[in-house]
């Protein structure tokens, strides 16, 4: 084997090696969420073909009752989780209330919080989908499940995965983002895209543009600029799938906006599941993330299940949003 190639696994290894006072329980809990992720790749690969397959019915070979893929993966997670006795909160996008855990967990150091498989309805029709996770370190407080309302400026790891072409893994600890495709030949997550920046400005704008008539005017004058925009032409992306969305402008460059509407004043993405932990991968990435006002990352969340305007991506696009807005409303 290449003696360059480094696993997720041995890349994780070194950086705790950076913290001589690292107990490893930080390093577990992100090596099974790594876990998780290639069982759900595994599932959401064969998606198609369970019918076929003759598991019809509601069981499957094993004898597990067959889920919705989204709930598999929220299941997943919450088993990878719970073993290691370090996570004492959990909270997820799919459960209304936060996720109880074993009684040997309650003095875990950290909370963590996902969207097992964001945008899940397009399963279906084979377009990429992902796992969105972030991880906080734990208050110093009785009720561990106040660390579930941290201001996303104090998680201390954040990342998704990508169930796409290929299945990757991209994570930040506020160091640098890296992303690791997996092999399915050897099962393990491998560096490919060494610490990721996001262009200054991009030539990819991702909007919803059916919202259109229901956007305040500072939307609508944002977008015809950036339509019309003197330095370069635009293009506008919009798979409807924000892990896939999100992934593609980090590469390239660019912004992903769900900007309120008059039909959801406050977007459609969760502050803690989704906004919170790609702000802090696009921030270390040298990017930036906005509600049109507040930096995503400095908003203290009141509920587990608050929905945020996002608009994320290139800073340039990000602060010209921001300056619409700001002139416009
Ligand atoms: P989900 O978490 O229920 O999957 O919904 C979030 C998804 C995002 O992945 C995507 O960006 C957005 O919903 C698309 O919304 P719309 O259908 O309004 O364009
Ligand atoms: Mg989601």
Redesign the pocket.
Known sequence: MDSSIMSLSRFMLEEQRKHPLAHGDFTLILEQIAFAAKIISREVNKAGLVNILGSAKTHNVHGETQQKL?LFANERMIRVLNPTGKVCAMAS?EIDDAIPVDDKSLEGKYSVVF?P?????NIDVNVSIGTIFGIYRRLDDNNCLHSLLQKGKELVCSGYVIYGSSTMFVYTTGNGVNGFTLDPSVGEFLLSHKNIKIPEYGKIYSI?E??YDRWPEGIKEYVKFIRNHPDRQYTAR??????A?FHRNLLKGGV?S?PENTKNPQG???LLY?ANPMAFVVENAGGAATDGKHRILDIQPTSLHERVPLVIGSKYEVELYAEFREKYG
């Not at 498989?117 to 309805?121: E, H, N």
């Not at 919009?238 to 892990?243: A, D, L, N, P, T």
């Open positions: 989204d996008e969207d498989l964001d945008g899940s309805s919803n059916s919202n919009w798979i409807g799938s924000f892990v969305d992903f769900y459609k993405l969760r989704e």
